[in-house]
């Protein structure tokens, strides 16, 4: 390509969305209202208490495939928390992260419909954890989110949760670059 197209091209190509192929997003739960608004928020601090850690990485390195890692320390011991992508960003009501985000979205809403609402739709996965109340743990599909589609992560209680049902939404992480 002559050099004075090649400079002439250079400024477009500044201006296209980079898709950064590994996405790390690491922080420490804070309440939702802190001063500075937070990446992760706890909203039940008895199972994600204030200062835990969550880190995730979210790899899109191979064509048409998204993988999800995750890990936390600090939070509630001996507890199984359900992970799912979600559509809308981290906020002080828990609800404001959005349904689960989903490939093909299911025209109804709540989205209950087996043929949507299921783990090769959904990026969701189960994070465990031990004595010391750390965990990790892995899923992933079989496709890319929509750019702009999926914002968060969002962690229920799961079971057992005490004071909580099971799908209560107890902490949430904005993600980096998740599309």
Do not use: I, K
Not at 43 to 72: E, F, I, K, N
Not at 76 to 102: E, K
């Amino acid at each position: 390509m002559p050099a004075p197209l090649a400079a002439a091209l250079l400024p477009l190509a500044l201006l296209a969305p980079a898709v950064v192929p590994v996405a790390v997003t690491e922080a420490d739960f804070d309440p939702a209202t802190a001063f500075v608004p937070p990446v992760a928020v706890s909203h039940a601090p008895d199972l994600v208490p204030y200062g835990s850690h969550v880190r995730a990485v979210v790899d899109r390195s191979v064509p048409g495939r998204t993988v999800l890692r995750m890990s936390v320390a600090g939070v509630a011991s001996g507890h199984a928390f359900p992970v799912h992508l979600h559509t809308g960003a981290c906020g002080a009501d828990p609800a404001a992260s959005g349904p689960h985000y989903q490939d093909v979205v299911d025209p109804v809403s709540p989205s209950t419909d087996p043929a949507y609402a299921n783990d090769r739709n959904e990026l969701r996965l189960t994070l465990r954890t031990d004595g010391r109340g750390a965990g990790s743990a892995a899923a992933a599909v079989a496709w890319r989110p929509r750019p702009g589609g999926a914002r968060s992560l969002v962690l229920h209680a799961g079971d057992p949760a005490g004071a909580h049902g099971a799908a209560d939404r107890v902490a949430c992480v904005n993600l980096e670059g998740p599309e």
